[in-house]
């Protein structure tokens, strides 16, 4: 289990409009040029899994994925998004290197086989009901179909209601097993549908936990960030202030050099 510097998966949880995109884009890319670092910019285009019908969802496929395509090749960053049905894979592969599945869909055999027969890398989302070593099946079907890069996603375990915990202990075991593994820190502090209408979190504990997990030795961390979290459409409570994300980041790297130099 080779350990190096971590990569990161950054960006806003929902694209809500472009000129989000292209301001935390141009943010944490700058930040990924200060301080050495591989960059994935992430935005949902489509927000499928809302609590309430009445939630913000996004600019759609079409537009979402050719936005987010034209921020990564200006910025010269891979860029990542969530895809919910076989066709949406379709589309999405047109722009975006990284198709990731939502953590309540990563048991689709179907949308597993689309997402791997586009050739693009595939992040596949832990869910919240699965033992770390339940994600082998999950592995081995993405490497029947073909899938020649991809990743699982630490999000959490649920916990009682509107709660989640994250098992450190599973960063390990997946690690063991030869999976390269993302720590998602900003929904593994989420409280699921806890707001009633809305999801709530503790953002302040994410830059927590994705310190445990660098520590711990993972290939990437997942971190949302939006520059005023409380005015977010989408999962505003567990979103890191942008303007905290430098802070966050050098100790993220400084931790990372001393457990794995």
């Not at 009445?54 to 050719?66: A, H």
């Not at 029947?144 to 990743?151: L, V, W």
């Not at 960063?171 to 593994?188: N, P, Q």
């Not at 209408?197 to 302040?204: I, K, Q, R, S, Y």
Request: hydrophobic content about 40%; overall charge negative.
């Amino acid at each position: 289990m080779s350990i190096s510097k971590p990569f990161f998966v950054l960006g806003p949880c929902a694209l809500e409009k472009e000129e989000l995109g292209w301001e935390v884009a141009n943010a944490v890319k700058a930040m990924a040029d200060e301080l050495d670092f591989e960059l994935i910019f992430k935005a949902s285009y489509d927000k499928a899994n809302r609590t309430s019908v009445d939630s913000f969802r996004g600019l759609g496929v079409k537009e979402g994925t050719k936005i987010l395509g034209d921020i990564g090749k200006n910025l010269g960053v891979k860029v990542t998004t969530d895809v919910h049905t076989a066709k949406e894979a379709e589309i999405a592969a047109e722009n975006v290197d990284i198709l990731q599945i939502p953590a309540f869909l990563c048991r689709q055999t179907d949308l597993l086989e689309a997402a791997c027969k586009t050739g693009r890398i595939v992040n596949v989302k832990k869910g919240q009901f699965l033992a770390p070593w339940d994600v082998q099946n999950i592995v081995e079907k993405l490497q029947a179909f073909g899938c020649e890069q991809s990743y699982i996603t630490e999000r959490g375990t649920t916990f009682g209601y509107n709660n989640l915990v994250a098992d450190m202990r599973s960063l390990y075991w997946m690690r063991k097993e030869g999976i390269k593994v993302i720590f998602d820190a900003t929904h593994s502090v989420q409280r699921p549908g806890g707001l009633g209408g809305t999801t709530g979190g503790d953002g302040e504990l994410a830059p927590v936990l994705a310190s445990c997990a660098v520590a711990a030795g993972v290939d990437g961390v997942f971190m949302e960030t939006h520059p005023n979290p409380l005015k977010a459409l989408s999962d505003g409570p567990n979103q890191i202030p942008l303007a905290d994300m430098p802070a966050v980041l050098k100790k993220l790297l400084a931790i990372a050099q001393v457990a794995h130099s």
